[in-house]
């Protein structure tokens, strides 16, 4: 069975400085990770993904994460924080492309002046 | 394009009452996945269709829900004589077999 940990249900960051959302995963095969932000109301947008090859990947809106097999991590970054990322991010894995997504119990950010 | 749409974006009904809901999926996706997001979770997986046969479903649908894709278009999510705890927003995605694109949700609220 898989499982997704993030750590910190919310973050508060000000304006410009760096976001850092931590996600820890357990699968037994090698994973498929995904990040999706979710603004009220709205759907899930993918942000970014790891399914194979190169472990630093980048994302919309300026979002990277790296996936560290070692540590079964695949934190989600931004330099710069923005007001218009202000939403709840979620970190999801799965077994195979086009399989069943594991959530996380989400984060949610929240970006000060 | 026009992206996954569900139907209705929300419901409110009376504990014991039916519901349905539907989605239309991006076009050609053939892969579609139901999901169920309670407050301040994560979105928990319920059941998903390739084309129209229902490929895998979690142990949280109940004998109460029931999902169809009769013509490997649109899907169909009933609950028959719904609980308060079914109170949740129910998240359609559709796939071509690979990332998988999100509706906008339905969000029912059982009274």
């Known amino acids: 069975a898989q499982s997704v940990t993030q750590l910190g249900s919310h973050v508060s960051v000000s304006e410009g400085a760096l976001v850092l959302l931590r996600c820890n995963y357990s699968s037994s095969v090698p994973p498929y990770l995904f990040w999706y932000v979710q603004y009220p109301n709205q759907g899930l947008q993918l942000l970014l993904k790891?399914?194979?090859?190169?472990?630093l990947v980048k994302g919309i809106n300026g979002f990277e994460a790296e996936f560290k097999k070692s540590e079964t991590s695949f934190h989600l970054t931004k330099p710069s924080a923005h007001m218009s990322d202000a939403a709840e991010y979620f970190c999801?894995?799965?077994?195979?492309?086009?399989?069943?997504?594991?959530f996380g119990g989400g984060t949610r950010v929240l970006v000060k002046p | 394009d026009t992206g996954v749409s569900q139907d209705p974006r929300h419901k409110i009904t009376k504990r014991g009452q039916n519901v349905t809901f539907r989605c239309d999926p991006i076009s050609e996706h053939n892969r579609l996945y139901w999901y169920r997001q309670t407050l301040g979770q994560g979105p928990e997986f319920l059941t998903y269709?390739?084309?129209?046969?229902?490929?895998?479903k979690s142990r949280l649908l109940s004998d109460r829900f029931s999902a169809e894709r009769p013509k490997g278009s649109f899907s169909t999510l009933e609950i028959q004589r719904t609980e308060q705890g079914d109170s949740a927003m129910y998240l359609c995605?559709?796939?071509?077999?690979?990332?998988?694109?999100f509706g906008p949700g339905t969000r029912l609220t059982v009274l």
């Open positions: 269709f390739q084309n129209e046969a229902q490929l895998e």
């Open positions: 999801a894995v799965s077994e195979a492309a086009g399989n069943k997504l594991t």
């Open positions: 790891y399914t194979t090859g190169a472990t």
């Open positions: 995605a559709s796939s071509p077999g690979g990332t998988q694109y």
